[in-house]
């Protein structure tokens, strides 16, 4: 009997012990309505949504510098602290041709002043989409959620507002967003990837990768090697009536096998449809 109890209470104890995870937090287009700012400046949005995290930090970094930014936290074990980083506010419309604002606050890590870079340091940017009151305020539309992941190379976001706007268009029935391309470059091979934005007012606002962009390793051989390979990828939206509308990619050139045991002359297309319930294009 002892030994039952005993049993017993250890496997209570462990129950009581269990973390209990929460859920996300569901959209909820009132709860964002209810936050209201008088301007789209650096010090009303960082009060609004960073208060009680800001404090002054010395950055040494002319791109950094260049844009509003502050301290967020505290320093971490590692000696690095959170800088954030506020972008030019983005103004675009909406399905309904109404104006909106998208502002950025790209958030890096910083170490004695120096932006900490490579290829494997992390960036990440929470975003907000407002619109603007008869009485001169802005509302909140929509954010990012918390867990949101981007492109990142070299401790950055790869988030420019020149290629978002660019490529600013209707993804879906009410939906607007952008498609934009991300890359990087490596001992003389390019790499890059389609990345779409998606700027819902009934949900969340996120990004996904839509897919291969492209690749070339003209950096290692010249054009006439038989190692050489350099192709495209271009995308086209296809509108229909469906909620995310279907995307076609087209790869044209001289692209490796998955295994780079074969490089062959490639002119074909795909369609990418996206999965709200994966959340991801496939």
């Known amino acids: 009997m002892k030994k039952l109890l005993?049993?017993?209470?250890l496997s209570l104890g462990a129950?009581?012990?269990?973390?209990?995870?929460?859920?996300?937090?569901?959209?909820?287009a009132s709860q964002m309505a209810q936050i209201k700012i008088k301007d789209l400046s650096f010090k009303e949005v960082m009060r609004q949504f960073y208060s009680g995290r800001m404090g002054q930090q010395f950055v040494n970094d002319e791109d950094i510098k260049s844009m509003?930014?502050?301290?967020?936290?505290?320093v971490d074990s590692d000696g690095e602290r959170t800088v954030?980083?506020?972008?030019?506010?983005?103004?675009?419309?909406?399905?309904?041709?109404?104006?909106?604002y998208l502002v950025t606050i790209e958030k890096v890590q910083v170490n004695n002043g120096s932006l900490v870079q490579c290829h494997a340091c992390d960036a990440t940017a929470d975003l907000y989409s407002f619109k603007k009151l008869s009485n001169g305020q802005f509302q909140l539309v929509s954010r990012t959620p918390k867990n949101v992941e981007f492109s990142t190379s070299w401790g950055r976001v790869g988030l420019y507002?020149?290629?978002?706007?660019?490529g600013l268009q209707p993804l879906g029935k009410n939906l607007i967003g952008s498609i934009f391309m991300n890359g990087y470059s490596s001992t003389g091979t390019t790499e890059s990837w389609w990345d779409v934005l998606h700027l819902p007012e009934n949900a969340f606002i996120d990004v996904y990768t839509l897919g291969d962009a492209g690749s070339s390793n003209a950096g290692n051989y010249e054009e006439d090697s038989p190692l050489y390979y350099d192709y495209e990828v271009t995308f086209k939206v296809l509108p229909d009536a469906t909620t995310y509308y279907p995307i076609k990619l087209t790869f044209k050139g001289d692209k490796p096998t998955e295994d780079y045991e074969r490089i062959n002359?490639?002119?074909?297309?795909?369609i990418m449809?996206?999965?709200?319930?994966?959340?991801?294009?496939?």
């Not at 973390?19 to 569901?26: E, G, L, N, Q, T």
């Not at 507002?161 to 660019?166: C, G, H, I, L």
Request: no cysteine; aromatic share 8%.
């Open 6 to 9: 005993l049993s017993l209470a």
């Open 15 to 28: 129950l009581s012990v269990t973390p209990v995870m929460a859920a996300a937090p569901a959209f909820s």
């Open 68 to 74: 509003p930014n502050i301290g967020l936290d505290s």
């Open 84 to 100: 954030a980083v506020m972008h030019p506010v983005m103004t675009y419309k909406n399905t309904a041709g109404e104006s909106r």
């Open 161 to 166: 507002a020149e290629d978002v706007k660019e």
């Open 265 to 270: 002359s490639v002119n074909y297309s795909k």
């Open 273 to 282: 449809k996206f999965n709200p319930v994966k959340k991801e294009y496939q």
